[in-house]
């Protein structure tokens, strides 16, 4: 197995994922998701790293297929991120999570249910319902990444997702729709005094 997260490696290296400034209440690093997605007010799609990282898309999907056992809609990337405890409220049934890199400590602390335990996954995955189950990720040093696979609660019917060359490109589609980006929440609505001043804090958070 360790051979299969080469590549996956050399890719977040070349280009690491961004802090996810949604994720600061359950840990602290880089954290991106990948596969279906709820969306705040919204219906659920496929995340925005589909089709800005196709290629580590395509990479995080082939070792799903070659290693996970149950559906999954969604996979989480983490990057030195340090999770504190938690449930993953947004996810339902079974989820698979693995670690990789050159780390010492970070293993997975589980507080209750049928894997209650300390566990090392690196390299070595782990399936439970991490829905129901209170875990976290103990300190490390070096370089740590993780991988989960599980299924959104907020899945619909939504069309397959796939990632195919095209032009000498990888090109994330959703069922055979080229996707190039995903709908501004706010297109074609009428910006109000609201949305002015959250945009406005974005700005600010990004440049804090």
């Known amino acids: ?20 400034k ?23 799609d496929y995340s925005r790293q589909c089709w800005l990282r196709p290629y580590l898309y395509k ?9 996970i056992t149950h559906p999954f809609t ?17 996810n339902v049934g079974l989820s698979t999570v693995v670690a990789f890199g050159s780390y010492e ?29 209170l875990h976290s990720v ?3 040093t070096g370089a740590r990444y993780s991988l989960v696979y599980y299924t959104s609660k907020k899945s619909e019917d939504l069309p397959a997702g796939s990632v195919r060359m095209l032009n000498d490109k990888w090109v994330f589609y959703r069922g055979e ?8 929440p706010l297109k074609g609505r009428k910006k109000g005094l609201g949305n002015i001043i959250r945009e406005e804090r974005e700005v600010v958070l990004t440049f804090d």
């Open 22 to 44: 949604y994720r600061n209440v359950a840990g602290d690093g880089r954290s991106q998701a990948f596969g279906v997605v709820g969306r705040r007010g919204l219906p659920p």
């Open 59 to 67: 990479l995080l999907l082939d070792f799903g297929s070659k290693h």
């Open 74 to 90: 969604s996979i989480t990337v983490n990057q030195n991120y340090k999770a504190s405890p938690h449930k993953d409220k947004g």
């Open 105 to 133: 400590g970070g293993e997975l602390e589980i507080f209750d249910g049928e894997k209650k335990g300390v566990w090392d996954v690196n390299c070595k995955p782990i399936t439970t319902d991490f829905s129901k189950a």
């Open 138 to 140: 103990r300190d490390f």
């Open 177 to 184: 729709e080229q996707v190039k980006g995903l709908p501004h």
């Open 1 to 20: 197995m360790i051979a299969d997260f080469e590549e996956i490696t050399k890719e977040l290296e070349r280009q690491p994922i961004p802090v996810n």
